[in-house]
Structures are given as C-alpha cells and as structure tokens.
T-cell receptor, first 114, second 115 residues
C-alpha cells in the first residue's frame, strides 16, 4: 500500500511558466516532507523540505505548500527553466525505534520546453 | 569532496550468483540507506542503518542482507540473485540520526542486471 503518491507520471510546461507538481500521502504520522530532483544517470539530490507544522516553505524559485487536512503537498517552480527538466520525487519521513527513514513516491517527470 | 561512493557502477549477474554492493561516505554521517529504483516504482527502501551497529528492514528487504561495517561503510549483499532484482541501486547517507527532516545524500547508483 503506497503511503506517498504522485499520481501524475509526467508534466510538460513552457519555459517561464509555473510548474506545479503534486503529492498525496496517507500516513498522518509523517513529520517532514521533502522534494528530490533526479537527472538521468545521477543520484537524487535534495531540493526543498517542509515540516508538518508549517504550510509553506520557499527557496528561490521553489515553493512547497502543505495542506495537512487534505494530506496533500505541492511543489511550485516559478519561473520554470529548461534545466529544471528532471524527475521529481516527493518523500516523507517517519521515525520509529530503529531510526528515521524516507518513503518516496513514484516520481513525476517534468519537461520544460524553451 | 567525494560524498557517497558506490561500487561497482554496473554489474551483470547470472541467476543464483551472489555479490556485494559497496557504499562508503566521507561526511561522518550516522545514518545510511539502500534504495532500489525501478521504472514506474520510484525509490523503495531496502534496508537502513540509523547508526553504526544497527540495521533495520525497509519496504522491500527480501532477498537482501546488509552490513554496517563501520561508520563510513554500508554494504548490500545479494546471496542468490534473481531476475526480479534487476534494478538501479542507490546508497544514501544522512547527518540526522534520529530526528526529522532527513536530508539524504545519494550516491550515483549501481545498475544491476540479473540474467
């Protein structure tokens, strides 16, 4: 049973426009949410995160919004650039006696055309 | 500044063969992780180690074993490889041993094919 869901496998936008990537989760015990970006043949790299006690976090062109009541978060990229073309993974953290681990969604492939 | 180093980068195995994927980090991180990435499946956690001497199962641990050799190194072993284990394997480490907001640093991956 998937706890972190990215229902859109792909998204295409034009350069300069806004990109909105969505993510839903089922576990209300998640305490942190993160977005990772992955280029082909490379490992994922951290992009931005948000605590479950906040509803917005902004870092330059990237903003993450969290709606806890809907168990939904989104990543906004404004303006989108061709270099943003990559796979974006939504992830959530859980903590138990063994430590902390991340659960990832399946990813959304963003294509930004010039 | 190496970060997280995985070896080998590519490997082809025959069904039933065994092998160990190596991972080392030079950031003095406490936590280390092994993930696999399959088309349309995202990244799935195989095993993780919150600190030296501890390991725990993730989402898909069957068919794998791990060893946290020391703080730097975390290896993943396939005792009897199966075609279903064909995947890209990523090792990661984190500087937050037990708190929230884990920010993982990933290696560049090992592409494994089991024939």
């Amino acid at each position: 049973d998937q706890q972190v869901k990215q229902n859109s496998p792909s998204l295409s936008v034009q350069e300069g426009r806004i990109s909105i990537l969505n993510c839903d989760y089922t576990n209300s015990m998640f305490d942190y949410f993160l977005w990772y970006k992955k280029y082909p043949a490379e490992g994922p790299t951290f992009l931005i995160s948000i605590s479950s006690i906040k509803d917005k976090n902004e870092d330059g062109r990237f903003t993450v919004f969290l709606n806890k009541s809907a168990k939904h978060l989104s990543l906004h990229i404004v303006p989108s650039q061709p270099g943003d073309s990559a796979v974006y993974f939504c992830a959530a953290t859980f903590f138990n006696q063994a430590g902390t681990a991340l659960i990832f969604g399946k990813g959304t492939t963003l294509s930004v055309s010039s | 500044n190496a970060g997280v180093t995985q070896t080998p980068k590519f490997q082809v195995l025959k069904t039933g063969q065994s092998m160990t994927l190596q991972c080392a980090q030079d950031m003095n991180h406490n936590s280390m992780y092994w993930y696999r990435q399959d088309p349309g499946m995202g990244l799935r956690l195989i095993y993780y180690s919150a600190s030296e001497g501890t390991t725990d199962k993730g989402e898909v641990p069957n068919g794998y074993n791990v060893s946290r050799l020391n703080k730097r190194e975390f290896s993943l072993r396939l005792e009897s490889a199966a075609p279903s284990q064909t995947s890209v394997y990523f090792c990661a480490s984190s500087d937050l041993p037990g708190g929230s907001g884990e920010k993982l640093f990933f290696g560049s991956g090992t592409q494994l094919s089991v024939l």
